[in-house]
């Protein structure tokens, strides 16, 4: 049985200390994001104070297949390459 990004992303999320999800939202703020987006505000990041806000907040901003991009790049940049390799491993085997 497949998992869902969301499950997946939850999981992802877990793995964070709490300095670390701090670290998250404040490049999710700051990375280079595609033309067609914009960056999530910061009175909504806020308010996403548990893993599962956070990760329906990325979903519904960004779309299942750019939160993965989004979430990857965000996991290099707080040095969290261990957790960003494990996205592109699951990359395409996730169900909607």
């Not at 939202?25 to 806000?53: C, F, M, P, W």
């Not at 939160?67 to 940049?77: E, G, K, N, Q, R």
Request: hydrophobic share 40%.
């Amino acid at each position: 049985m497949e998992r869902t990004w969301k499950a997946f992303l939850l999981n992802i999320l877990e793995d964070l200390t709490e300095e670390e999800m701090e670290k998250f939202k404040y490049q999710l703020k700051n990375i280079d994001l595609a033309k067609e987006y914009s960056h999530i505000k910061r009175g909504t990041l806020q308010k996403a104070n548990t893993v599962a806000l956070l990760a329906d907040t990325l979903i519904q901003h960004y779309g299942e297949e750019y939160s993965m991009t989004v979430t990857h790049d965000v996991l290099i940049a707080i040095n969290q390459r261990n957790l960003a390799d494990l996205i592109i491993s699951q990359m395409g085997k996730c169900e909607s």
